[in-house]
């Protein structure tokens, strides 16, 4: 088994329900750091967020932020954000659902809409399932993706996502996806397992992930990503 590149979900990956980042993943992922093998941060939080943990655990793969939006490595690109797709059809429909939702847009939008380049994130206290009937008759419905990270519901361009981004950055370092270990737990983690040789679900993970996940892990949350690495890439 030879792993290139180890490509991580960050909330509920690494990440505990409280959004705390477990030590023992920390302590993996920079045990594979030294051995050679980069890890990328794939997420659906914004660039800064994403960057700020990139930095935090010693990652040096580079990330993948906004579920695919946006893609970023340093020394690459003029060491600047590369915005992988324009936000026409998303910002048609933030004021679509303005206009239907009214004062609960602001009530369920996420408070970080702000920095967010590619989507628009609403928090999970509002269900899906009034997104999707409040965009039921919106004109470009099908150019749209809704994603349950499992902490928010994120609006986002179908023409991205966290697999086709992950796919774009690897190929443009030589890494094979064949050879790339991919960590997720929920529905937004689905395209980028995909893309990967090596489909890893920690044990909290949704039913969906595991079924398609190549290895489920016995442990939860960053406990289950530091399992992984230490049976795969150590």
């Known amino acids: 088994m030879t792993i290139e590149a180890i490509a991580v979900d960050i909330d509920g990956t690494i990440t505990d329900e409280k959004r705390q980042i477990c030590i023992s993943a920390i302590e993996a992922l920079r045990k594979a750091e030294a051995k050679g093998i980069p890890t990328i941060i794939v997420t659906g939080n914004v660039v800064n967020y994403a960057y700020a943990t990139e930095v935090l655990i010693g990652c040096s793969g580079g990330l993948v932020a906004e579920n695919g939006g946006i893609v970023f490595k340093e020394g690459e690109n003029n060491n600047a954000?590369?915005?992988?797709?324009?936000?026409?059809?998303?910002?048609?429909?933030e004021s679509h659902l303005k206009e239907k939702l009214g004062e609960k847009f602001n009530r369920h939008?996420?408070?970080?809409?702000?920095?967010?380049?590619?989507?628009?994130?609403?928090?999970?206290t509002?269900?899906?399932?009034e997104l999707e009937d409040a965009l039921?008759?919106?004109?470009?419905l099908e150019q749209l993706e809704i994603y349950d990270s499992g902490f928010a519901l994120h609006i986002?361009?179908?023409?991205?996502?966290?697999g086709?981004?992950?796919k774009y950055l690897c190929e443009?370092?030589?890494i094979n996806m064949e050879n790339v270990m991919a960590i997720g737990d929920s529905q937004n983690d689905e395209d980028f397992l995909k893309q990967?040789?090596?489909?890893?679900?920690?044990?909290?993970?949704?039913?969906?992930?595991?079924?398609?996940?190549?290895?489920?892990?016995e442990k939860f949350f960053g406990d289950g990503v530091a399992e992984a690495i230490e049976k795969f890439a150590l």
């Open 126 to 129: 509002i269900k899906r399932e």
């Open 156 to 162: 986002t361009d179908k023409r991205v996502n966290k």
């Open 164 to 166: 086709t981004s992950l």
């Open 196 to 217: 990967a040789g090596y489909k890893i679900a920690v044990g909290n993970a949704e039913e969906k992930l595991k079924e398609m996940s190549t290895y489920t892990c």
């Open 172 to 174: 443009r370092n030589g």
């Open 109 to 124: 939008a996420s408070h970080d809409n702000m920095y967010r380049l590619t989507e628009t994130v609403f928090y999970k």
């Open 136 to 140: 039921k008759d919106f004109k470009y």
């Open 81 to 93: 954000v590369e915005t992988l797709v324009e936000r026409d059809f998303v910002n048609s429909a």
